[in-house]
């Protein structure tokens, strides 16, 4: 099984920063790979797949890039409604599998 | 629009059959080149994969849990669901229900959840 590992765990940024989300896979799984938001009580939603595509509605303040098994998610500019937990998901072999998750919070 | 609703029992005793519906709305189950799949998080921890189905009925499954799991597609009700057998506490998890598109692998639209406990 392909192993999805997010650092950090936790990260602290001031609204307005710029905050930086790694996520590393245990072999390569070319640019299959996508990045989804959860606040607290609700469902994942889809932010960028294929590594760097913004999914629908997606503010541009987000983007993603990266491939093989190095890629990183940028947030230019935090606004209030970016701090959660973020987690990066390989979907070049099954079984499909997330990273940990690393939590977005307000410094 | 397309929206997803879980439905079942929200307690299940240790070594039963937890099993959950999926009902579609806002579009047909078998239209498009849709996966729909079922996801769990266990409280405070990530996400895991438990498995998808295609409408034709084609499924893959977790190998983690595939001695356990079935899901099935009933096309006529918009609906899929999951069954998880010989259920221990650490099945004891929220479960999603999920549209997964673009070659099978995004997941696009994700219902709300819901929680399962494994309790005697």
């Known amino acids: 099984e392909m192993v999805m590992t997010q650092s950090p765990a936790t990260l602290s940024v001031s609204p307005g920063e710029r905050a930086t989300l790694s996520c590393r896979a245990s072999?390569?799984?070319?640019?299959?790979l996508a990045w989804y938001q959860q606040k607290p009580g609700q469902a994942p939603s889809l932010l960028i797949y294929?590594?760097?595509t913004r999914a629908t509605g997606i503010p541009a303040r987000f983007s993603g890039s990266g491939s093989g098994t190095e890629f990183t998610l940028t947030i230019s500019s935090l606004q209030s409604e970016d701090f959660a937990v973020y987690y990066c998901?390989?979907?070049?072999?099954?079984?499909?599998?997330f990273g940990q998750g690393t939590k977005l919070e307000i410094k | 629009q397309v929206q997803l609703q879980e439905s079942g029992p929200g307690l299940v005793k240790p070594s039963q059959t937890l099993s959950l519906t999926c009902t579609v709305s806002?579009?047909?189950?078998?239209?498009?080149?849709?996966?729909w799949s079922w996801i769990r998080q266990p409280a405070g921890k990530g996400l895991e994969w438990i498995g998808r189905?295609?409408?034709?009925?084609?499924?893959n499954y977790n190998p983690s849990l595939k001695s356990r799991v079935t899901i099935s597609v009933d096309t006529s009700k918009n609906q899929f669901s999951l069954k998880l057998s010989s259920v221990t506490a650490a099945d004891t998890a929220v479960y999603y229900c999920?549209?997964?598109?673009?070659?099978?692998?995004?997941?696009?639209?994700w219902g709300q959840g819901t929680l399962v406990t494994v309790s005697s």
């Open positions: 189905i295609y409408p034709s009925g084609s499924t």
């Open positions: 072999q390569s799984v070319s640019s299959n």
């Open positions: 999920a549209r997964v598109g673009m070659g099978g692998g995004i997941v696009d639209y």
């Open positions: 294929g590594a760097s």
């Open positions: 806002g579009g047909s189950i078998s239209s498009g080149s849709y996966y």
């Open positions: 998901q390989q979907y070049n072999n099954w079984p499909y599998t």
